[in-house]
T-cell receptor, first 110, second 112 residues
Framework: GQQLNQSPQSMFIQEGEDVSMNCTSS?????WLWYKQEPGEGPVLLIA?????ELTSNGRLTAQFGITRKDSFLNISASIPSDVGIYFC??????????FGTGTSLTVIP | NAGVTQTPKFRILKIGQSMTLQCTQD?????MYWYRQDPGMGLKLIYY???????DKGEVPNGYNVSRSTTEDFPLRLELAAPSQTSVYFC???????????FGQGTRLTVV
């Protein structure tokens, strides 16, 4: 099946630091979505990317759609404690199936 | 704003029992999905539907069944529960495949 690999698997950072994570696919994606999941909740959409090379921001979050269409990147600037959670990349393949990445767990130390 | 509603929130089943996880959405979305999430893992697609009357298998469909008789409802059925089906189950819906998927709160299922 489709594999979306995220790295790093987990991160422990100090409040105020910037965060970078990425997602790679074994095949081409036409859409990349980044979700955040907090404990006991379902994932919530953060940013959607629809075009290769696209760079989109949402507050302190910036995501990029890789030129090869096989990767995407998410950056969080000046992290705060409420950024804690698991971040997932996701996207649809050509067969109507929507896949999620393996996730990056973020812990922010005050 | 109800969005995607899942019931029950928690359930404990004995091996071999059956149950139906309910999912309903009020956003008139065409696409609906069922995922399972094991501890510390990502979400794996069980089944999906692109519209009423149409369902298809995802990555991990074995041991599950679905139906989509209406646009709003997409129940997931476990016929013979097994310990390997202990997981958190999420239902989601989206207007199209490339647009935001909205998730329910999840159903935590334990099979003992």
């Amino acid at each position: 099946g489709q594999q979306l690999n995220q790295s790093p698997q987990s991160m422990f950072i100090q409040e105020g630091e910037d965060v970078s994570m990425n997602c790679t696919s074994s095949s081409i994606f036409n859409t990349w979505l980044w979700y955040k999941q907090e404990p006991g909740e379902g994932p919530v959409l953060l940013i959607a990317l629809y075009k290769a090379g696209e760079l989109t921001s949402n507050g302190r979050l910036t995501a990029q759609f890789g030129i090869t269409r096989k990767d995407s990147f998410l950056n969080i600037s000046a992290s705060i404690p409420s950024d804690v959670g698991i971040y997932f990349c996701a996207g649809p393949n050509t067969g109507n199936q929507f896949y999620f990445g393996t996730g990056t767990s973020l812990t922010v130390i005050p | 704003n109800a969005g995607v509603t899942q019931t029950p929130k928690f359930r404990i089943l004995k091996i071999g029992q059956s149950m139906t996880l309910q999912c309903t959405q009020d956003m008139n979305h065409n696409y609906m999905y069922w995922y399972r999430q094991d501890p510390g893992m990502g979400l794996k697609l069980i089944y999906y539907s692109v519209g009423a009357g149409i369902t298809d298998k995802g990555e991990v469909p074995n041991g599950y069944n679905v139906s989509r008789s209406t646009t709003e409802d997409f129940p997931l059925r476990l016929e013979l529960a097994a310990p390997s089906q202990t997981s958190v189950y999420f239902c989601a819906s989206s207007y199209t495949l490339n647009t935001e998927a909205f998730f329910g709160q999840g159903t935590r299922l334990t099979v003992v």
